[in-house]
C-alpha cells in the first residue's frame, strides 16, 4: 500500500486527502475481490499443481519422485506430440484466415447499408454460433457420412462419385469446415460491433470526398477494424491450436483416421486419463501453453508491424 | 441528424439492392442454413428413412414419434440431461455475470495497487490450455471428494475472463466519474453508489456477458466430460456424444440414429431462441464494450 500512487487525486477535489485515496484502494480492491478468490482458486492453484505434478515421474515401484525437467524433455523429442503440434499449426494457418476474411466481408457488406434483409443476414450467419461445437460436429459428421448424408445423395444425383470426408488427406479440412462454420458469425458481430463505434462524421468526411461504399470500406473501414481484428485473430488462434471436441466426435465415426494423438489436447486428455501418466500429461500440456503463447506473440507482432502510424 | 447526414442517409438507401453483395450473402446463407435445414428435416424421419430418404427433404413425418424415443430412452436420461444443462449453464451465468460486473466495475473505477498486473493475468489466462487447467482440478477436486456433482462442474464455470474484460470497458463508457463523484461528495457509501446507481447503467452489459457465458457453459463438452462420470449428471453435450458413439460403434439398423439427431435439435433450440429474442440486448451490450476496446 505504501507505494508511490500515479495522480488518482485529480478525482478527489479540494484535498480530503489520505483518507478518501485510502478508502477508493480498499473499494477497489474490495469489488473486485470476489472475482479474484475465485480465479486464483481455481485457475492460480491447479496452474500452480500443474507445473508441480510435470516435475515428477510416477514410478512403478514407490511412488513419484522428481526427475527436474525430464517430462518436458522428453516432450520435445515425442513424435507423436509434435506431429499434432504441426497438425494444428497447419490447421491454425488456413482456417483461421479464411475464416475471419469471411467475416469481415459479411461485416463490410451488411454495414455498406446495400443489401436489403441486412438484419436477417445477419441473424442467420450468426446462428450457427449458437450450435454447441459438439452437436456441430455430430451434425457434419451425419453430413459427411456414406450411410444417408445429404452430400453422398446430391453427389448421386449429379452422376459424380462419392467424396470421402473423412478419409486421412480430407479430414482435417472437414473439421476446419465445422469450425468455420460455427464461429464465422461470432466473429463478423465483433466486427459490425467495432464498425458500429465508428464516428459518423468519418463517413460524412469519405462522402464528400467522393468515396463510394467500395472505397468507403477499403479506406477508411478496414483500417479502423484493426483493434477487432487483432482481438478475432488471437482468440481463433488460441481456439485452433488447442483443437479438441470435433476431433474427439470424429474419432467414433473415422477411428482409423484420428488417433490417440491427433491433436496435442486429445493426446494430452488419452494420457492423462486412459493411460494414467499425469505428470508427462502436465509437462506437455504446458508445452502446448508455450506454443499458444508464442503464437499469439507472433500475432501480435505483425499486427504491430503493419500497422505503425504513419 | 445533421442534413448532410440525412442526405447520406438517403443516398445510401436509393442504392440498396446491388446485386453482387446480395448474391454472395445468397450464396453463403445457403451454406449456413443447409446444415440446420438438415437437422430439422432428418429429426422428422424414422430410421430406415433416414437411410432410404433423399436427405433434403422430407419422407414420411415421424418426428412426434422421435421426440417421444429420445425421451424415453434408458429410462428418460435425456429428460436429466436437459435439467443439468439448464442448472449448469443457469448458475454458472448468473454466478458470472455477478463477479464480472462487481471486478469490470472495481477495475474501470478505481485505482489500486497491482490493478494493471492483475487485470492482464485474467486476461492472459485465455492462453492456457483447457486440458493443463482440467487435468489439476480435476485431481484438486477428487482429493476434495467433489468429482461427479454439480460443483465440479459449475465452480470453474463462474470466472469469466472474457466478462471482467467486457465489464471494464463497459463501465468505463456507461458509468459517468461525476456523477460517482456527486454522490461520494453526498456521503453515499461505495456499496451504495454501485448498488443504486452504477447498478443500472451497467444493467445491458450485464446481460451480454449472462448470455455469452450461459451459451458458453451450454456448449462446454471438455470440462464435463472430466468431471462427471454417472450419465445421470451429465450435461446435453457430453450425453449425446456418447450415445453417437455408441450408436456408431453399433452401426447399422440397431442403431439409434434417430435419437440422436432428434436430441440434437432439441438441444439447441433453447439457445437459438435466446439469442434471436434477446438480439437487441446482448447487441447493444458488446457495443458499449467495444467503445473504447
Request: glycine share 8%; aromatic share 14%.
Amino acid at each position: 500500500m505504501a507505494r508511490a500512487r500515479r495522480p488518482t487525486t485529480a478525482r478527489v477535489p479540494g484535498g480530503r486527502g489520505r483518507k478518501s485515496l485510502e478508502r477508493h484502494e480498499l473499494a477497489g480492491a474490495a469489488f473486485t475481490l470476489p472475482f479474484v478468490g475465485l480465479f486464483l482458486a481455481v485457475f492460480v492453484a491447479p496452474l500452480l499443481y500443474a507445473l508441480y505434478l510435470s516435475l515428477f515421474r510416477e514410478q512403478l515401484l514407490g511412488g513419484s519422485t522428481f526427475v527436474g525437467l525430464d517430462n518436458f524433455a522428453e516432450g520435445l523429442k515425442d513424435e507423436a506430440f509434435l506431429s499434432g503440434i504441426g497438425r494444428v499449426g497447419l490447421f491454425m494457418l488456413v482456417q483461421v484466415p479464411v475464416m475471419l476474411v469471411l467475416a469481415l466481408v459479411f461485416a463490410l457488406i451488411i454495414d455498406s447499408d446495400r443489401v436489403r434483409f441486412a438484419g436477417f443476414f445477419r441473424l442467420a450467419i450468426f446462428v450457427p454460433y449458437a450450435v454447441p461445437t459438439v452437436i456441430a460436429a455430430l451434425m457434419w459428421g451425419f453430413l459427411y457420412g456414406r450411410d444417408f448424408g445429404p452430400l453422398t445423395d446430391v453427389a448421386g444425383t449429379l452422376g459424380i462419385g462419392t467424396p470421402n470426408f473423412l478419409g486421412e488427406g480430407t479430414i482435417l479440412w472437414s473439421i476446419a469446415n465445422v469450425s468455420t462454420w460455427t464461429f464465422t458469425g461470432l466473429n463478423m458481430i465483433v466486427f459490425l460491433t467495432a464498425l458500429r463505434a465508428v464516428p459518423e462524421e468519418l463517413y460524412e468526411a469519405a462522402a464528400v470526398d467522393g468515396a463510394g461504399a467500395l472505397r468507403t470500406a477499403l479506406y477508411v473501414k478496414l483500417p479502423l477494424l484493426r483493434p477487432a481484428a487483432l482481438v478475432c485473430t488471437i482468440f481463433s488462434v488460441i481456439g485452433a491450436l488447442q483443437l479438441f471436441g470435433e476431433p474427439q466426435i470424429f474419432a467414433a465415426i473415422a477411428p482409423q483416421v484420428i488417433g490417440k494423438s491427433y491433436t496435442p489436447n486429445l493426446y494430452v486428455y488419452n494420457l492423462a486419463f486412459a493411460d494414467q501418466r499425469l505428470n508427462y500429461a502436465a509437462a506437455l500440456s504446458f508445452l502446448l501453453g508455450a506454443v499458444v503463447f508464442v503464437a499469439s506473440f507472433l500475432v501480435v507482432s505483425v499486427f504491430r508491424r503493419h500497422g505503425a502510424p504513419r | 441528424m445533421s442534413a448532410p447526414a440525412a442526405a447520406r442517409r438517403a443516398s445510401r438507401r436509393s442504392d440498396r439492392g446491388a446485386v453482387l453483395p446480395t448474391l454472395f450473402l445468397l450464396a453463403f446463407l445457403v451454406y449456413f442454413a443447409v446444415p440446420l435445414a438438415w437437422l430439422v428435416l432428418a429429426s422428422t424421419k424414422s430410421l430406415d428413412d433416414l437411410f432410404s430418404s433423399f436427405g433434403l427433404w422430407f419422407a414420411h413425418f415421424n418426428l412426434l414419434d422421435n421426440v417421444a424415443e429420445t425421451f424415453s430412452a434408458e429410462d428418460g436420461v435425456y429428460w436429466s440431461w436437459l435439467r443439468n444443462t439448464l442448472m449448469y449453464s443457469g448458475v454458472a451465468a448468473v454466478g458470472a455475470a455477478l463477479l464480472s460486473v462487481l471486478a469490470g466495475y472495481g477495475f474501470a473505477m478505481f485505482d489500486f495497487t497491482g490493478k494493471e498486473v492483475l487485470f492482464w493475468c485474467v486476461l492472459g489466462s485465455v492462453m492456457v490450455p483447457t486440458t493443463a487447467l482440467a487435468i489439476p482440478t480435476y485431481l484438486m477436486f477428487s482429493r476434495l471428494g467433489i468429482t461427479n456433482t454439480p460443483v465440479s462442474v459449475i465452480l470453474p464455470s463462474l470466472v469469466s475472463p472474457f466478462g471482467v474484460y467486457l465489464m471494464r470497458m463497459y463501465a468505463g463508457s456507461a458509468v459517468p466519474p461525476e456523477l460517482i463523484e456527486a454522490a461520494r461528495i453526498d456521503g453515499a457509501s461505495e456499496w451504495l453508489i454501485f448498488r443504486r446507481i452504477a447498478f443500472r447503467l451497467l444493467a445491458p452489459g450485464l446481460v451480454t456477458v449472462l448470455l455469452f457465458t450461459f451459451v458458453a457453459t451450454w456448449n462446454n463438452y471438455f470440462l464435463p466430460l472430466v468431471m462427471l462420470s454417472e450419465p445421470r449428471w451429465y450435461p446435453l453435450t457430453v450425453g449425446l456424444a456418447q450415445w453417437n458413439a455408441q450408436t456408431s460403434a453399433g452401426g447399422g439398423a440397431t442403431s439409434a440414429f434417430n435419437t440422436v439427431i432428434c436430441g440434437s435439435l432439441i438441444s439447441i433450440v433453447p439457445l437459438i431462441l435466446a439469442f434471436v429474442l434477446l438480439q437487441r440486448h446482448w447487441q447493444s451490450g458488446l457495443a458499449g464494450g467495444a467503445v473504447k476496446g
